[in-house]
């Protein structure tokens, strides 16, 4: 079955530190991945996402991603955090091979920046 | 581009009522319309898949007939929950899926907080 684990239920960083919230994978085939970003109350922003090609992803924000095949990892990395990076981050994903099918989330990890 | 949106953004309703959101798809034609719901610190647990004209197919231990599901166009859906109970209260997301590119892409509304009284 497909899944995705973000291990953290919340990360602490402090402002201007380097930030990483783990994501790992489970799916038949080539997956897309994808990170997004909830704020309280608010639906979700795409931050970005992998389909092919360069293993290293910018996104919004400063945001990037490192897509491993073989640890079946695509974690979300971050320079220089800021407070306003606070909030629920989500990775998602969807086999490659199954187009028009819903993504499937992780249970998400709570970043908290604190000046 | 890629715009959904959602509407109410909020609504609150006695137990027993009827609810009603919809969500369109602005700029685009969304060929399958998916349906979340999130519990508050929880991730989103997909509710059904439908395609425009057809009917919707549910996740397991989601009831159809709670949880009715209309496609009727490509930029409209509406999710309506019947007979409204207080363990209904959750945020109800919908994404539009589109191909782009030659890939599919999913774009997300800004949800729907419904409480139930």
């Known amino acids: 079955a497909q899944s995705v684990a973000q291990p953290e239920d919340q990360v602490n960083v402090a402002e201007g530190n380097p930030l990483t919230v783990k994501c790992t994978y489970s799916?038949?085939?080539?997956?897309?991945l994808f990170w997004y970003v909830q704020y309280p109350n608010r639906g979700l922003q795409f931050l970005l996402k992998?389909?092919?090609?360069?293993?290293l992803v910018k996104g919004s924000y400063g945001f990037e991603a490192e897509f491993n095949k073989s640890q079946t990892s695509f974690h979300l990395k971050k320079p220089s955090a800021l407070v306003s990076d606070s909030a629920l981050y989500f990775c998602a994903v969807r086999p490659a091979n199954q187009a028009g099918t819903a993504l499937i989330f992780g249970k998400g990890t709570t970043l908290s920046v604190s000046s | 581009g890629a715009v959904v949106s959602q509407h109410p953004s909020r609504v609150i309703c006695k137990s027993g009522t009827s609810v009603k959101i919809e969500c369109r798809s602005l700029d685009f034609q969304a060929t399958t319309m998916f349906w979340y719901r999130q519990f508050p610190k929880q991730s989103l647990m997909l509710m059904a898949t439908?395609?425009?004209?057809?009917?919707?197919?549910?996740e397991q231990g989601v009831e159809k007939d709670k949880f009715l599901i209309n496609h009727a166009s490509l930029t409209l859906s509406t999710l309506t929950v019947t007979s409204a109970h207080p363990e209904d209260s959750s945020f109800y997301i919908c994404?539009?899926?589109?191909?782009?590119?030659?890939?599919?892409?999913?774009?997300f509304g800004p949800g729907t907080r419904l409480t139930v009284l």
């Open positions: 439908s395609n425009e004209g057809s009917k919707a197919t549910y």
């Open positions: 994404s539009g899926g589109a191909a782009r590119g030659g890939r599919h892409e999913q774009f």
């Open positions: 992998y389909i092919t090609g360069d293993n």
């Open positions: 799916v038949s085939g080539n997956p897309y």
